[in-house]
T-cell receptor, first 110, second 116 residues
Framework: GIQVEQSPPDLILQEGANSTLRCNFSDSVNNLQWFHQNPWGQLINLFYIPSGTKQNGRLSATTVATERYSLLYISSSQTTDSGVYFCAVILNQAGTALIFGKGTTLSVSS | DAGVIQSPRHEVTEMGQEVTLRCKPISGHDYLFWYRQTMMRGLELLIYFNNNVPIDDSGMPEDRFSAKMPNASFSTLKIQPSEPRDSAVYFC??????????????FGQGTRLTVV
């Protein structure tokens, strides 16, 4: 079955808007990371967050491990935020490598 | 540290040719991972190494694919013979012991492979 599910699959925003991206996972995790894949294809680390809440500038993330989901918040979006956002987890019962969701494609227009 | 370094960044080859992708992990990282990204399948794990030893190669699609890690600072992914369906972006990543404290994985810039 699906182990990492992200929603929405696509998101279109005007510059300045806020957004919330969601990641559901099928089992308990010992690692969860959020990545941004920019238009040049580079995977950029945003957060390492198997539990709790972290903030970095306009971005913040919360993982509720007991309920098996994580949220990525983007505030005051900018055109440079465009790209694909991936959630990736290491499930406790499924080895040692990150398993990726299918991503949320974000397009921010000016 | 310069991060994970992959080469080449782009590779175009003809069907049937051998292709070798290279990766230098972050110094001190114990784990090295090879992923492939396609539109159809997304990002999928091919193989990973711990201390230069292959641990799980169940994601390697066929015998045409092979990976080696001769030392802690170098790994190769080889496709022989290559086929058009191998066209994808191949990523290498490295980390300290996964799941043990703050041990996030870092990815290289990828190699975009096109087989014509």
């Amino acid at each position: 079955g699906i182990q990492v599910e992200q929603s929405p699959p696509d998101l279109i925003l005007q510059e300045g808007a806020n957004s919330t991206l969601r990641c559901n996972f099928s089992d308990s995790v010992n690692n969860l990371q959020w990545f941004h894949q920019n238009p040049w294809g580079q995977l950029i680390n945003l957060f390492y967050i198997p539990s709790g809440t972290k903030q970095n500038g306009r971005l913040s993330a919360t993982t509720v491990a007991t309920e098996r989901y994580s949220l990525l918040y983007i505030s005051s979006s900018q055109t440079t935020d465009s790209g694909v956002y991936f959630c990736a987890v290491i499930l406790n019962q499924a080895g040692t490598a990150l398993i990726f969701g299918k991503g949320t494609t974000l397009s921010v227009s000016s | 540290d310069a991060g994970v370094i992959q080469s080449p960044r782009h590779e175009v080859t003809e069907m049937g040719q051998e292709v070798t992708l290279r990766c230098k992990p972050i110094s001190g990282h114990d784990y090295l991972f090879w992923y492939r990204q396609t539109m159809m399948r997304g990002l999928e794990l091919l193989i990973y190494f711990n201390n230069n030893v292959p641990i799980d190669d169940s994601g390697m699609p066929e015998d045409r694919f092979s990976a080696k890690m001769p030392n802690a600072s170098f790994s190769t992914l080889k496709i022989q013979p290559s086929e058009p369906r191998d066209s994808a972006v191949y990523f290498c990543a490295s980390s300290l012991v996964p799941g043990l404290g703050d041990t996030e994985a870092f990815f290289g810039q990828g190699t975009r492979l096109t087989v014509v």
